[in-house]
């Protein structure tokens, strides 16, 4: 089985998040990056993309040249990843996606409902496949928690809880490429750790509850003056069926690192999975005594053991839970150019509705914010 072309739209030189959506395609064996225009700058996107080994035909100066000519190939890209500023993120799908090539992006998916509702709309009229890497539902634990909540273990859901608390922008980093743009509202949208780490929370939260928050209260701060977008939020959410939540994201949270940490209260238990420790889920039976439970131990759901590569003991975490992404998207993407079904733990992989679904949680966070905290739909 041969495996799938990939081509890439930012992720060039000192980009973090480039390399790691290179690394997680290439873990699982699934992907080779055969194309790509890099940085805005084309003479640069070119010499980038030819220090990565890639043909000097398939090293583009421009998206729209990049798609125009993918389309045309006989071994044209099976898909696109998308590692761009989020303000980019909705013409680049959409010169794709209208190339007829399936489209993996960086989440938020726009910076506009109009725009998210617009790709949404493609990709229903296209049948392409579009796969939003919020990568921590890739990690096997979550998917245990999601598993162990389908089956009841937890009774009714009453309370969730979510936080991702971090601190690298705690000060001002002048001349730091990733904080400039991702405090720029023009390149990173309304939202700031709203968009960049909150969506991450959130998403995970309905991810593994499988509830849906109808409405949401949110007091979104600046702490660090003259940022223009917020570097701390906090949220109380409602969800169908009853149940409550609370979701703090912060990137002044001094002496946190990468604490995206989610606990759900049931009728009949607990669970708490934490990303820093991500090999362990804690669950607690009304009643009963606390049980530890391991990545690839016994009795595992089989989404969970899908979602593991290598036995227990030997810790699976960040680019794992990214690659599994990665794998998921090639299973959809390999489906639809087959057209069969896919594996049904691929159909985990976040897509264009989860993608909506942050755009418009970005949307009534800034607007509840504006209204002192006021109650705002979904």
Same mark, same amino acid.
């Given at each position: 089985?041969?495996?799938?072309? *990939?081509?890439?739209?930012?992720?060039?030189?000192?980009?973090?998040?480039?390399?790691?959506?290179?690394?997680?395609?290439?873990?699982?064996?699934?992907?080779? $990056?055969?194309?790509?225009?890099?940085?805005?700058?084309?003479?640069?996107?070119?010499?980038?993309?030819?220090?990565?080994?890639?043909?000097?035909?398939?090293?583009?100066?421009?998206?729209?040249?990049?798609? &125009?000519?993918?389309?045309?190939? &006989?071994?044209?890209?099976?898909?696109?990843?998308?590692?761009?500023?989020?303000?980019? +993120?909705?013409?680049?799908?959409?010169?794709?996606?209208?190339?007829?090539?399936?489209?993996?992006?960086?989440? %938020?998916?726009?910076?506009?409902?109009?725009?998210?509702?617009?790709?949404?709309?493609?990709?229903?009229?296209?049948? $392409?496949?579009?796969?939003?890497? +919020?990568?921590?539902?890739?990690?096997?634990?979550?998917?245990?928690?999601?598993?162990?909540?389908?089956?009841?273990?937890?009774?009714?859901?009453?309370?969730?809880?979510?936080?991702?608390?971090?601190?690298?922008?705690?000060?001002?980093?002048?001349?730091?490429?990733?904080?400039?743009?991702?405090?720029?509202?023009?390149?990173?949208?309304?939202?700031?750790?709203?968009?960049?780490?909150?969506?991450?929370?959130?998403?995970?939260?309905?991810?593994?509850?499988?509830?849906?928050?109808?409405?949401?209260?949110?007091?979104?701060?600046?702490?660090?003056?003259?940022?223009?977008?917020?570097?701390?939020?906090?949220?109380?959410?409602?969800?169908?069926?009853?149940?409550?939540?609370? $979701?703090?994201?912060?990137?002044?949270?001094?002496?946190?690192?990468?604490? $995206?940490?989610?606990?759900?209260?049931?009728?009949?238990?607990?669970?708490?999975?934490?990303?820093?420790? %991500?090999?362990?889920?804690?669950?607690?039976?009304?009643?009963?005594?606390?049980?530890?439970?391991?990545?690839?131990?016994?009795?595992?759901?089989?989404?969970?053991? +899908?979602?593991?590569?290598? %036995?227990?003991?030997?810790?699976?975490?960040?680019?794992?839970?990214?690659?599994?992404?990665?794998?998921?998207?090639?299973?959809?993407?390999?489906?639809?150019?087959?057209?069969?079904?896919?594996?049904?733990?691929?159909?985990? &992989?976040?897509?264009?509705?989860?993608?909506?679904?942050?755009?418009?949680?970005?949307?009534?966070?800034?607007?509840?914010?504006?209204?002192?905290?006021?109650?705002?739909? *979904?």
């Amino acid at each position: 089985m041969r495996r799938l072309r *990939l081509g890439m739209v930012g992720g060039g030189e000192g980009a973090f998040i480039g390399g790691v959506h290179r690394m997680a395609a290439r873990l699982d064996g699934r992907w080779d $990056l055969v194309a790509g225009n890099f940085q805005s700058d084309p003479e640069r996107s070119i010499a980038f993309g030819k220090s990565l080994g890639l043909a000097p035909d398939r090293a583009y100066a421009d998206f729209r040249t990049m798609a &125009a000519s993918e389309a045309k190939r &006989a071994d044209r890209i099976d898909a696109v990843a998308i590692v761009t500023p989020n303000s980019t +993120h909705h013409a680049i799908a959409r010169e794709f996606l209208t190339a007829g090539i399936p489209v993996i992006c960086d989440k %938020p998916m726009t910076i506009t409902r109009k725009h998210a509702d617009d790709l949404a709309s493609l990709v229903a009229s296209t049948g $392409l496949p579009f796969i939003l890497t +919020h990568n921590y539902s890739g990690y096997a634990m979550p998917r245990q928690a999601r598993a162990m909540i389908e089956a009841g273990e937890l009774g009714n859901i009453r309370i969730v809880q979510a936080e991702y608390a971090q601190d690298w922008l705690a000060t001002e980093l002048p001349g730091n490429k990733q904080a400039d743009w991702r405090g720029d509202p023009s390149r990173a949208g309304p939202g700031g750790a709203l968009g960049d780490i909150a969506t991450h929370t959130f998403q995970l939260a309905e991810f593994v509850t499988g509830l849906q928050a109808e409405s949401i209260a949110a007091d979104l701060e600046v702490f660090v003056p003259g940022r223009k977008i917020d570097d701390n939020v906090n949220i109380m959410l409602r969800f169908n069926g009853g149940a409550k939540g609370m $979701l703090w994201a912060s990137q002044v949270a001094t002496g946190s690192v990468n604490g $995206l940490r989610l606990r759900v209260f049931g009728d009949k238990g607990g669970i708490e999975w934490a990303q820093e420790t %991500p090999e362990t889920l804690l669950f607690t039976p009304l009643g009963g005594q606390q049980r530890i439970i391991r990545r690839g131990g016994a009795g595992l759901s089989a989404s969970a053991t +899908h979602a593991t590569r290598i %036995p227990g003991g030997h810790p699976e975490g960040y680019l794992e839970g990214f690659a599994q992404i990665y794998s998921d998207a090639a299973e959809l993407i390999r489906a639809h150019s087959e057209r069969r079904h896919p594996n049904p733990f691929a159909k985990l &992989a976040p897509g264009v509705a989860d993608g909506v679904r942050g755009v418009a949680f970005i949307e009534a966070a800034v607007a509840s914010s504006a209204a002192n905290g006021a109650w705002m739909s *979904l």
